[in-house]
DNA sequence: CAGCATCCGCTTTGATACTG
DNA sequence: CAGTATCAAAGCGGATGCTG
């Protein structure tokens, strides 16, 4: 990227990872652990080739990514973040819960990855009785099922299937996290094509922090 | 910009603020204010004209950013940040906390203005005699002079002139940066053009936070 | 197959000039 | 002051091909 020139600390931040793609690259690496090349791609539905490559490239210059060359038999090579990669997690949070209240919004041929979700279910997600019995929800919206447990009150969310959930959620994400939300009833959602099954209690048992929606909404256009 | 295309938060608000120079507008707000046009111009120096105009209008059309006519006789247009826009300040503050290692970095020919850094200096500075007697210094890297003044142990940091200042430092932003943070010592600032008046006592009062640097620098191209 | 590099049409940006 | 107009240059997206 051209630099900004400026002597200013988040220009100079964007300087390394304000380039298109660049902090996605870094969100992979953050929400998914060491990642091969083709993992990488696989997590960023769009990127050109070339682009991953070189995006990979600069931040490895830039000391946030480092790569590692797997020996045979596995042979691979993997990419993870530095110490110094890491240490941008508090902007991917930022920028995570920033685009909460945009997931209302509708997304018209959106691809959906579940290691993406996590994230923001942590951070809406409260157990409205930390009093009950243990639940284990799964949810059934992209390739990977999601697994959400509630336990003393904790709310523990994962990529991955549980063994023998109380519930199962599934359907396309929106009307899913709508109902998660608490934005729709479970009639309206199933008319939308999600499907339930468990005890419909389960829903009243995960409630939603509230999410400070100052308005997402465009008006202008 | 074109849209990711993900249903995701990260990459939804990045649908939204991921344009080269967005963040820097919406900084920009963040840190002084209402600004008009001009004010916005001169606040991000290379920004081509008709980019500037783009970036309100999408920053508008996203409830980031609302503009304000003042009436005559001002007959102003004022730009300022929404309550949905104030809502970014995490993701900068991230974005600065990032940056500050690349701080000591050359930048060779950059831009400086006094606002970019009065955050970073709030990061980094503490006072390290809190029982010491009020003590004032003003900085003069940029247009505008810097007033940091310390006082019970607090640090405030400002934009603006001090009225009989102890102490003035001045010169080029690196090596007063790099005295302030302790990189370096005031004969060696000296020799990098940094100009000091007062008591030297002063510059043993201000103390550097622990800037993590996990090593900003670029070992490959 | 994993990990790129090359090519090409299209979009975005940069620099400057111009206008109500 | 607050933009719009213009146009060259750079960046991006998509396809394809190469190499171990």
């Not at 870094?26 to 652990?33: K, N, P, Q, S, Y």
């Not at 995006?55 to 000391?63: P, V």
């Not at 959400?148 to 023998?164: C, D, Q």
Request: hydrophobic share 45%; with cysteine; aromatic share 4%.
């Amino acid at each position: 990227m051209r630099s900004y020139g400026e002597y200013c600390a988040i220009a100079k931040s964007l300087d390394v990872v304000g380039d298109r793609w660049t902090l996605l690259v870094v969100r992979e690496l953050a929400l998914r652990g060491a990642c091969r090349y083709t993992d990488l791609r696989n997590g960023l539905p769009g990127i050109a080739s070339n682009l991953l490559a070189e995006r990979l490239r600069d931040l490895e210059a830039a000391g946030v990514v480092e790569r590692e060359e797997a020996p045979p038999p596995v042979a691979a090579t993997l990419f993870r973040l530095t110490a110094r990669g890491e240490e941008l997690r508090p902007v991917l949070d930022g920028l995570m819960r920033w685009g909460l209240p945009l997931m209302t919004e509708q997304g018209e041929g959106e691809a959906v990855r579940s290691h993406w979700l996590v994230g923001a279910l942590a951070q809406m997600l409260v157990d409205e009785q930390p009093g009950g019995p243990a639940v284990a929800l799964e949810l059934q919206v992209a390739a990977e099922p999601i697994a959400i447990e509630l336990r003393g009150g904790s709310v523990e969310i994962g990529v991955g299937p549980l063994e023998g959930p109380d519930a199962i959620l599934s359907g396309p994400p929106r009307p899913v996290m709508g109902l998660l939300l608490g934005l729709i009833e479970l009639p309206e959602a199933e008319a939308d094509g999600v499907g339930f099954t468990g005890d419909p209690a389960i829903l009243d048992r995960v409630g939603a922090r509230a999410v400070s929606v100052g308005r997402g909404a465009r008006d202008g256009e």
